[in-house]
């Protein structure tokens, strides 16, 4: 924030990276505007944890491991097993975003799709119900929504951030 000369902001996260924008949102309350959160995980469920597994099984494959590699470069073997031993850890099983939701002063829209292969829809009505002023978009798409539903998750960005409960709606 400091480097970019930033005052205020507004957070886009997919997955894991919207888990971090709710907790930047939480920590910096006059500067996070809002958050767009895609996908985000809430807590453990049965479903996230067999997702990471088939997750692992899939990328099993060379190919698929190569489709990775484009992504994370030299990084990507530890960045696949932070991800999938972090959540795979039994110590991580009562992990939960409820202790930091309350914090999020700043309006937020939890977009999810319905066939999430890492979690229910539950996640997005949690995050919503846990902030002080959340919306629920539920799209009938799997994990990434930006991609299976762009149309529908830049309309719906859109209208959200010129809503008048932003402090100042971006236009």
């Not at 970019?4 to 939480?26: K, N, W």
């Not at 990328?59 to 960045?79: E, S």
């Not at 914090?103 to 919503?128: K, M, T, W």
């Amino acid at each position: 924030m400091a480097a970019l000369g930033l005052q205020r902001y507004v957070l886009l996260g997919h997955s894991v990276g919207a888990v971090m924008a709710l907790h930047i949102a939480a920590a910096h309350p006059l500067q996070c505007q809002a958050v767009l959160s895609l996908s985000a995980q809430a807590y453990v469920q049965p479903r996230t944890l067999e997702g990471i597994r088939e997750a692992q099984r899939f990328f099993a494959d060379p190919q698929q491991w190569a489709r990775l590699a484009k992504w994370h470069g030299p990084r990507l073997d530890w960045v696949f097993r932070a991800w999938t031993d972090v959540w795979l850890h039994p110590d991580f099983a009562d992990w939960s975003l409820d202790p930091v939701l309350p914090q999020v002063a700043c309006p937020v829209l939890a977009i999810h799709g319905r066939n999430d292969e890492y979690g229910s829809p539950e996640f997005a009505r949690r995050i919503a119900a846990g902030v002080a002023n959340g919306q629920v978009l539920l799209l009938d798409c799997a994990h990434h929504p930006h991609r299976q539903q762009a149309d529908q998750v830049l309309a719906a960005a859109r209208d959200f951030l010129r809503c008048p409960a932003l402090a100042h709606p971006l236009d």
